[in-house]
Structure formats: structure tokens, C-alpha cells
């Protein structure tokens, strides 16, 4: 379950060792954008250490790679799967290859190092055109995929156009990546609304992504995380009515019935799917659950 995943830079350590403090469901140490050229090495060998010496239970742990269009994701690689992080990130990817080639060389290094093949997952950023467009071929591209993740402030630079908190320009996007996700039996994940201050906006573009069948977003700043928690976890309401779903089917079983309904609507596949997702995640968050 990933509601929330907070970015850290990689070459922050007062932010890093309180990652799993703050309330997301995972973090991403983040190699790429975050962190200088010149400061690669060095932010490699924190991230390796963290992995080393620190945990964070109940949070996931992502590490965002950097592309394969540059000199420095062979040694980000050989320095982090060893460590076996639950998930690497690769970015800018754009077709199936670019799994296929990170998915070639995480499996020699695993082999390596006696790590049973396919431990490492991968939750591939989506943040060109091409990416988007072959969203689906990238999502089946590997047993080790787990998600994708759309990357809007790239994409729009991609597009020549402007980034907006509406978020139109990004619609197809979106709606690109939820099909190509759920059609290839994985999870889709929204990109972070990135003006901090403005918590209004923040809620109403979370809001959003779930109407739109996304699992989670991403956040970039602590103080997003219990917003977009909430927003991506069942309420009360929604967990007594799915339980009423359930009560609703086995009444109908015992009485013979081959049609039952609830406050006046049938209960078709749909509604016990929905109602069947909402009991699962309230079970998988305890007493975490909102009012």
C-alpha cells in the first residue's frame, strides 16, 4: 500500500534519518534530480549506508536511480541492489527496452551477490511523451514492475507547455496511465502537487487523482503526507457500508436469492469489488483509519 511517497534527497541526512518518522507509507531517496553531478558519489554512498545501518518499519523503502542516458546509474545500481532496497525508480523511461535493460543488469548483480532474482521491484517514472504513449509496454515489461508514476513537471517541458495546479494539460496523461497500469495488473501513481503552501489546491488535485483510479501521490514536502494519506484511505462511512455489502450478499444467499439490493440499488460485481478494496485497505491500516 502506497497512499504516500515522500521524496528525500539522497545527500540529506538530517532528512533521511527521520524518513520513516514521517508519516508516509514509503520514501525515495532520491539520486537524480536532488543531487548535483558532483555530489553523485557521495549521495550514492549515504543512500548505501542508510541501507545499511538504518530501518523503517512500516515504510517503504524506494530509491530513485538515476537515467540510463547518463554515466551514473551502473554505480548507482552496483552500490544500492546488493543492499536490497524493496524498490528502485528509474526515471524518463519511454518504452519497454529501458525495463528490460535495468531489469538485465539488477538481475546479474542480484545473481552476484546470492539475492534471489526479482527481490528489487521497480516503480518506473513516466515523465516524456513517449513514455506515456507506451505506458502499457513499460508497465508489462518485467515481473519486477510494481507501479508506474507519472512525472508532470518533465512531461509538460516535453509537451512545450505550461504546468498548471488545474492540471488540464496533464488529463490525458493520467488517464493514460491509470488504463495502462490496471490493464497490466499494477498500480498507477500520481505526480506531486508542488506548491507546498497551498493546501486547498494540494487536497482538491488528491482528490482527483483518486477519482481517477490512482493508488496514491507522491509528496515533496512532510507537511503533505497527512492530507494525502487521508484522502487515499477508506473513511468510516465507506468501511460500514462495504461491511453492509457483505451482511447485504450472505442474507441473500440464506433467503435463496439470486439478486439482493442495498439502499435501493442492486449489488452488482462492481459494488462488491469496491466494497471488497475498501475492507482490504481498512485491514491493512489498523486503527489508522480517518474520521
Not at 502506497?2 to 520514501?27: A, E, K, Q, W, Y
Not at 515504510?59 to 554515466?71: A, H, M
Not at 508532470?152 to 504546468?163: M, N
Amino acid at each position: 500500500m502506497r497512499r504516500t511517497m515522500l521524496f528525500l534527497p539522497g545527500n540529506n541526512p538530517n532528512m533521511i534519518v527521520n524518513g520513516g518518522l514521517l508519516g508516509s507509507d514509503s520514501i525515495i531517496l532520491d539520486l537524480e534530480d536532488a543531487v548535483s553531478p558532483d555530489n553523485k558519489d557521495a549521495a550514492r554512498n549515504l543512500v548505501a549506508q542508510t541501507l545499511k545501518s538504518l530501518k523503517f518499519p512500516g515504510c517503504e523503502v524506494i530509491v530513485r536511480l538515476n537515467g540510463l542516458d547518463t554515466p551514473y546509474w551502473k554505480d548507482d545500481l552496483k552500490k544500492i541492489i546488493p543492499l536490497k532496497p524493496d524498490v528502485v525508480m528509474p526515471t524518463k523511461v519511454s518504452g519497454k527496452e529501458y525495463i528490460e535493460t535495468l531489469d538485465a543488469a539488477m538481475t546479474e548483480i542480484e545473481e552476484e551477490n546470492g539475492i534471489p532474482v526479482g527481490t528489487v521491484k521497480i516503480l518506473a517514472l513516466i515523465e516524456t511523451a513517449a513514455g506515456v504513449e507506451h505506458a502499457y509496454d513499460i508497465a508489462c515489461a518485467s515481473k519486477r514492475m510494481t507501479g508506474v508514476f507519472l512525472g508532470a513537471e518533465d512531461l509538460t517541458a516535453d509537451l512545450r507547455c505550461a504546468r498548471t495546479k488545474e492540471g488540464g494539460e496533464i488529463a490525458y496523461a493520467r488517464g493514460r496511465l491509470v488504463c495502462a497500469a490496471r490493464a497490466a495488473g499494477i498500480d498507477a501513481y500520481d505526480c506531486p502537487f508542488t506548491d507546498v503552501e497551498d493546501t486547498e489546491g494540494l487536497e482538491k488535485d488528491t482528490r482527483l487523482a483518486k477519482s481517477l483510479g490512482f493508488s496514491g501521490k507522491a509528496a515533496i514536502n512532510p507537511r503533505q503526507v497527512d492530507c494525502i494519506n487521508q484522502v487515499f484511505s477508506p473513511t468510516a462511512a465507506e468501511i460500514e457500508y462495504a461491511k453492509e455489502v457483505f451482511k447485504a450478499i450472505e442474507e441473500g444467499k440464506k433467503q435463496g436469492k439470486g439478486a439482493v439490493s442495498l439502499r435501493g440499488k442492486m449489488i452488482d460485481a462492481p459494488i462488491v469489488s469496491r466494497a471488497a478494496t475498501v475492507l482490504d485497505m481498512a485491514e491493512k491500516l489498523g486503527g489508522g483509519i480517518p474520521e
